[in-house]
């Protein structure tokens, strides 16, 4: 049997919030620390404003960087005005992988109960970049890494994972 070597992904951070600062985001600090223990590389990591241009800014930078294969972001997927993460990002996907958020709030409803109601966290596809929408909670953020993505940046999980429909992500 023929072992598969684990293929390092290089992802890129974002922290959108209002409130926070570089050295009080511990949500993205979280995401960093997870990505590269898992054997990714951090290709940048940044913090924006809850505003859904700022967001797309930095999105669209990444997205047309051939060398980002992922982004996570964490913050702004809530209910309140400002949050607007959703709205940036969802103009940007070729495809939404409606599966992601579905999952999230079933795991997310054994810690939290009927408050993940509240959390609109998504995922797709955007110039075969993998982008992940995450709740700003540290807390949110592990379960989100350790219960969903983790598993599918490593193109050694089976019987399928997002790694491997990368050289296909363009097809047409």
Same mark, same amino acid.
């Given at each position: 049997?023929?072992?598969?070597?684990?293929?390092?992904?290089?992802?890129?951070?974002?922290?959108?919030?209002?409130?926070?600062?570089?050295?009080?985001? *511990?949500? &993205?600090?979280?995401?960093?620390?997870?990505?590269?223990?898992?054997?990714?590389?951090?290709?940048?990591?940044?913090?924006?404003?809850?505003?859904?241009?700022?967001?797309?800014?930095?999105?669209?930078?990444?997205?047309?960087?051939?060398? *980002?294969?992922?982004?996570?972001?964490?913050?702004?997927?809530?209910?309140?005005?400002?949050?607007?993460?959703?709205?940036?990002?969802?103009?940007?996907?070729?495809?939404?992988?409606?599966?992601?958020?579905?999952?999230?709030?079933?795991?997310?409803?054994?810690?939290?109960?009927?408050?993940?109601?509240?959390?609109?966290?998504?995922?797709?596809?955007?110039?075969?970049?993998?982008?992940?929408?995450?709740? &700003?909670?540290?807390?949110?953020?592990?379960?989100?890494?350790?219960?969903?993505?983790?598993?599918?940046?490593?193109?050694?999980?089976?019987?399928?994972?997002?790694?491997?429909?990368?050289?296909?992500?363009?097809?047409?």
């Amino acid at each position: 049997m023929t072992k598969t070597l684990f293929k390092s992904l290089s992802i890129a951070v974002l922290t959108i919030s209002d409130t926070r600062t570089e050295a009080e985001d *511990v949500s &993205g600090k979280l995401l960093v620390s997870k990505l590269t223990e898992a054997g990714h590389h951090c290709a940048e990591k940044a913090l924006v404003r809850d505003d859904k241009y700022a967001i797309r800014a930095v999105i669209s930078r990444w997205i047309a960087d051939d060398d *980002v294969q992922a982004v996570l972001t964490t913050g702004g997927t809530g209910i309140t005005g400002r949050d607007g993460t959703p709205e940036a990002v969802q103009p940007l996907l070729d495809k939404e992988i409606e599966g992601f958020g579905e999952m999230f709030r079933v795991l997310s409803y054994a810690e939290i109960k009927t408050s993940t109601l509240q959390s609109r966290t998504l995922c797709g596809v955007a110039n075969s970049t993998y982008i992940f929408c995450l709740p &700003g909670s540290s807390g949110a953020c592990r379960l989100g890494w350790d219960k969903l993505i983790v598993e599918q940046l490593d193109n050694r999980t089976l019987p399928c994972n997002l790694v491997m429909l990368m050289p296909r992500l363009n097809e047409s």
